[in-house]
């Protein structure tokens, strides 16, 4: 998991947990990084994003690759429309 400090760190423009066997992000990811406008979470095995994705306004792209047993998007991803996504 995402240790707790991590989630702290409100200033992070920049964010890469690749390869870390998560399965999944804290309820609260969206809201602890209002300012990130990049993050990788490839080589992973998250089934499902987290619903506070969408207060990541700032975010232009999200590296996804890997994750392949994504089972649940949030509902309303219109997050995901403005993003470029890579998989």
């Known amino acids: 998991s995402i240790p707790r400090g991590v989630l702290r760190l409100q200033h ?41 994705m969408k207060r990541l306004v700032s975010l232009d792209q999200f590296v996804f690759r890997g994750n392949d047993v994504l089972t649940s998007i949030p509902g309303n991803s219109f997050f995901l429309v403005c993003l470029f996504v890579l998989f």
């Open 12 to 52: 992070l423009t920049q964010l890469g947990v690749c390869d870390n066997q998560l399965s999944t992000l804290p309820y609260c990811f969206g809201s602890s990084f209002p300012v990130l406008k990049f993050l990788d979470v490839s080589a992973n095995v998250i089934v499902r994003l987290p619903t506070s």
